[in-house]
């Protein structure tokens, strides 16, 4: 009774725990928060769209390197593009995969390239399963590339210079008392060593009064390497040849002339022509208004090919080869007549000859009768051998046809009425030796160190000219836009 009464004491006290037990749980769970798996999908989606954009920046570094300027479209509106995939067959990149782990499309993420007036507008397409963006990218040759195009970066618009002249204090009525002006002169920087050149910007007309163009500006050497100091670089611009002269003596009232002279220059340079050097030649750069020559060195380049060697080898073969043939004689039709018997045997026979399916092989088949009958059909040429002719064993093909003896046949007798000849080839093992031509080594590419260089030349060539204005002692707006005294009044 007291064991009972123990047991479910103990009963009670278990279910109690478990009972506290789940209440806690329960009010733990109640209590903390759990995390939200809609803001642990929001904080990776940046992870993400930094994948996509890293695949998409390295498309756009990959084909600004490829495109050279060999590869730009030459007009304006021109495109060329360049698929993923021809970027990765070209290993101009690696493979990349998207967020996911898979790869991208490589059909339909691409490169387009389109010219511009004056640059290039790219275009770098990716896809990536389901998710698809592009971006644009303006290029050109700008004074910071360092190659033949390069990306355009956002620089603040540098203030253009002012030119101070030096002068003398204020004028007086004294002639001796002349103020003289010096130009100061300013640094530009240099642009791309690679540009190309491009058509002069248009001079406004020289009898429109304060209204000159400037020709302080850079301008681009037309080829890749630099220019002695001592010789004219050719240019798209024309630049100012007039020394500043002092003016003269300060009158009242009295307008000065002023002075601008312009060199000449090429307005259109024709297109590149690159050539290569023949033995023993060699090449002279040239550095003019009229032609440009640029020494490119030496390049190894696929200047033709090894031709493939073929051998001649002998083939020695087993054949059968027809010696001689063997001419027999078939029966195609047999006349029968029967006797015997007390009063002779008579058979009663109907249908006609049908082949049974049996065949005998040798030189003496079985006896006719009148139901069946043996026809040789050719003979076995691999039991007689070499010695068929002489002794050639017979293939026979057994026909019967219905018929019923009325009495015991004792004699029968087959004639044959119609003979048809044939004959066999006889064929003998031999063997043959035939000539055969085989390739030992494939055709190869050969490749050779040639030197090029290329050209161009100018197409129009503007000739120097010289403008006048009359104005004002020390008009900052002439004196600043390349103008300088003449030394003379105008009238």
Sequence with gaps: MYTEERKSNLLKEFLLKLILIIIFVLLLIWLIPWPNMDSYMDALNPLKSQIFNSNIQTMKDAAITYFTSERLPQNVGDKKTLTLQQMLDMKLLIPFVDKNGDSCDVTASYVTIEKQETEYLMKVNLKCGEEENYILVHLGCYAYCTTDICEKKDVATPVKPVIVGKSTPKPTNSSNNVPTYVPTPTTLPTPCPTCPTYP????????????????????????????????????????????????????????????????????????WSTKMLKKNETV?????????????????????????????????????????????????????????????????????????????????????????????????TEQCKSDCVSHPITIYKEQVRSGTAYSSPLQVTATCTDIEERSLPVYVNTTKTT???????????????????????????????TYKQCSTYNDKNLLNNGYGYSGNYCN
């Design 435 to 465: 000539e055969k031509t085989v390739m030992i080594e494939p055709e190869k590419p050969l490749y050779g160190d040639i030197h090029f260089y290329r050209e161009k030349t100018c197409n129009t060539v503007v000739a120097a000219k």
């Design 200 to 271: 002069p910007t248009p001079t406004n007309n020289p009898n429109i009064p304060n209204t000159p163009t400037p020709t302080n500006k850079p301008t681009p050497s037309p080829t890749n390497k630099p220019t002695p100091s001592n010789k004219p670089t050719p240019s798209n611009k024309p630049t100012p040849t007039n020394k500043p002269t002092p003016p003269p003596t300060y009158k009242p009232n009295k307008k000065y002339e002023y002075v601008k002279s312009e060199s000449a220059y090429c307005s259109n340079w024709s297109s």
């Design 284 to 380: 002279k750069e040239v550095n003019t208004i009229n032609r440009v020559v640029e020494d490119l060195g030496t390049k190894r380049v696929q200047v033709g090919v090894v031709t493939a060697k073929y051998q001649k080898v002998y083939v020695t073969t087993n054949e059968l080869v027809q010696t001689s043939s063997y001419t027999y004689k078939v029966c195609k039709n047999y006349s029968y007549v029967v006797s015997g018997g007390t009063n002779g045997t008579i058979y009663q026979v109907s249908g006609d000859w049908k082949y049974s399916g049996q065949t005998y092989t040798g030189s003496t088949p079985p006896r006719d009768t009148p139901t069946s009958r043996w026809i040789p059909v050719g003979v076995d």
